[in-house]
């Protein structure tokens, strides 16, 4: 592999095309509010940032609605989408207040109370440890509390601007 005889411009959509060819998960982050409103965003990233202590991390977007209401909450479970969720991604990313992304979403309560959707590969249960200024997103650290997976389930990947590996 050679190099690139000059840089691309550093455009918004140059980034996303050269970063897409990153492959990542795609999670649905969910919260209960204490009334019983159930909330949620699809997000792709997130990463595992600490094991000692148990840390991870996402960036929603500062235009998202959803996340400063997760905030309030302090707590909220990362899904880990399993390979079969496109549907629930896309549901996922809808905006509007009067949306109920929860409709016919299987989903058991997490310890924090807070939705587990069913069928997805993992889940981790967390508390609100820290937030940070990310340029239109905002980084997010959880506090790991408690998690679990099910190692047959595969993943949701995206990858250059799609669903799966090779697009399928």
């Known amino acids: ?3 690139p005889t000059s840089a691309p411009a550093v455009s918004p959509e140059a980034l996303r ?5 990153f492959a990542t998960g795609v999670v649905v982050v969910t919260a209960r509010e204490p009334g019983g409103t ?3 965003f699809t997000c792709q990233s997130f990463a595992s940032l600490s094991l000692d202590p148990p840390l991870i991390t996402f ?3 500062r235009s998202s609605r959803t996340w400063p209401r997760i905030r309030d909450v302090g707590t909220f479970c990362v899904n880990v989408l399993a390979a079969d969720h496109r ?3 896309a549901g996922f990313a809808r905006s509007g207040i009067a949306l109920d992304k929860f409709s016919g979403v299987d989903w058991c309560p997490a310890p924090s109370g807070a ?3 069913e069928g997805v590969s993992a889940w ?3 508390t609100l440890w820290a937030e940070y200024d990310g340029g239109d997103h905002t980084i997010v650290i959880g506090h790991v509390h408690d998690l679990g997976s099910d190692p047959a389930t595969l993943p949701l ?3 250059r601007g799609t669903y799966g590996i090779n697009g399928g």
């Open 59 to 61: 960036a929603p977007a």
């Open 1 to 3: 592999m050679t190099g």
């Open 124 to 126: 981790v249960d967390c």
């Open 17 to 21: 095309d050269v970063l897409g060819h």
């Open 38 to 40: 159930l909330l949620g």
């Open 157 to 159: 990947l995206f990858y």
């Open 87 to 89: 549907d629930l991604s």
């Open 115 to 117: 939705p587990v959707i």
